[in-house]
């Protein structure tokens, strides 16, 4: 079982009372967190860690995932995609499929959605399902975790009226902000310290994942670790990595995904990214089971190279994860990457392959800067990034949607 005192070790222990200080008129607060995968990508990431912590502050917390047909899911996808920006093709079967799955759904979750004293409804799958709730008692939150900063009109705006009707939104950048007419709040993601995926490994637990996976060892490698998506321009990879090998030539690419049970698309991308990469033996195109946490926590510490190179993202835990473990990363100038990746300090923000290229080169050639940038990278993440920082302001957020701006403030001087 989680425990949040276990967190001592990393952040001491002025940050944990504060956390059990917040959470201390919180106690049995009853808190549903809605998505729609408990496996991959970075919300199912985020949850897993944040629902045991809620819980062991005190706060009677739940977790539900709504379940749907390909269709549904297929229309969510294209969904996130028009809200990144692709111009979608729209058709009335689509608001059908989606308002009807979240019908169904509701018939499940109503009673434990309408009990709650705060739903958080992460990303636009289950967002109808307020609809569904009318003797609702409690507050609804919309999190939303994409890049919104230039969303497909057509899709944002029938999106929004459902967003509307919630008491407040939180997004991950300034710049994702909509007009709306409740408050909206910002929050980083953030990663577990002590998770599979980013507890400390020793060099002998790095080597036998490379080994096991049928990397040389004694080879350079560059990593990204993604879901098979073109967000996450696999393909911009590939190129870097053939303009890289035209002065490293015995690097390998590694190519880390799996899939995630609420992206349709994956194997679409998977098949582009296989012939993408053709007959060359050193791409090792790696697809994992969604518990292969340590093997990606041991690919981001043994990895020369680490790439990110997307051309959208929220956030982008992968960026994070590897900055905690020493490793300056080549990111795509786009959305969360940018609050992440400081040119020349904690990595490179790259727009072409070209670019990822170059700073590829310079990693490469000059390993104490990037052990220098790595340090860097590290303590950026220690102090904005970690899960108890996200904690306290989840603590926060509801907080003042339950109690209002007033009353929390007496009740923070009374305790
Ligand atoms: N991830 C994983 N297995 C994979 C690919 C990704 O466990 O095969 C994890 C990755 O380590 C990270 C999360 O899924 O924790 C992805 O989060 P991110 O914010 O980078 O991207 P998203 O998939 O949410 O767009």
């Not at 408990?38 to 379940?67: C, F, H, N």
């Not at 992206?263 to 050193?282: I, Q």
């Amino acid at each position: 079982m989680t425990s949040i005192e276990d967190y001592v070790e990393v952040t001491g222990e002025n940050v944990i009372d504060r956390l059990r200080q917040l959470a201390r008129p919180l106690q049995g607060l009853k808190v549903v967190h809605v998505n729609s995968t408990y496996v991959g990508g970075g919300v199912a990431e985020i949850l897993s860690t944040m629902v045991p912590l809620q819980k062991d502050l005190g706060l009677d917390v739940r977790w539900k995932v709504i379940r749907g047909q390909e269709a549904f899911f297929q229309v969510t996808k294209s969904f996130h995609n028009a809200l990144q920006g692709v111009q979608v093709p729209l058709r009335d079967a689509f608001f059908k499929v989606y308002e009807e799955t979240n019908v169904q759904n509701s018939e499940e979750l109503r009673s434990i959605l309408e009990e709650a004293d705060i739903v958080v409804i992460h990303d636009p799958q289950p967002l109808p399902l307020l609809r569904s709730c009318p003797n609702r008692r409690g507050k609804w939150i919309w999190r939303c975790h994409i890049d919104l900063s230039h969303p497909f009109r057509p899709v944002w705006q029938y999106l929004r009226k459902y967003v509307m009707e919630f008491n407040a939104s939180i997004f991950s950048l300034a710049d994702f902000a909509q007009p709306l007419p409740h408050i909206q709040y910002l929050m980083q993601p953030s990663i577990d310290p002590l998770s599979d995926k980013n507890k400390e490994l020793t060099p002998d637990e790095v080597l036998a994942t490379k080994l096991q996976l049928g990397l040389d060892p004694k080879r350079p490698i560059m990593l990204q670790v993604s879901r098979f998506d073109r967000f996450k321009d696999p393909l911009g990879v590939i190129k870097t990595y053939k303009l890289v090998k035209t002065f490293a030539p015995d690097l390998q690419l590694v190519l880390a995904g799996g899939e995630a049970t609420d992206d349709p698309e994956g194997a679409a991308v998977l098949a582009e990214v296989r012939e993408g990469a053709g007959a060359d033996e050193n791409i090792h195109i790696l697809l994992l089971p969604p518990d292969a946490h340590t093997t990606i926590n041991a690919l981001q510490r043994g990895a020369d190279l680490v790439l990110q190179k997307s051309v959208k993202e929220g956030f982008g835990l992968t960026v994070t994860e590897a900055l905690w473990k020493g490793k300056p990363v080549i990111g795509g100038d786009a959305g969360g990457i940018r609050l992440q990746v400081v040119n020349y300090h904690t990595g490179f923000l790259v727009k072409t392959p070209e670019g990822a290229a170059l700073r590829s080169r310079y990693l490469l050639r000059h390993p104490e800067k990037a052990q220098e940038m790595g340090r860097t990278a590290r303590e950026l993440v220690r102090q904005n990034f970690l899960l108890t920082r996200n904690l306290q302001e989840y603590l926060s957020i509801f907080m003042s949607t339950i109690y209002g701006d007033q009353e929390r403030l007496e009740l923070q001087m009374a305790t």
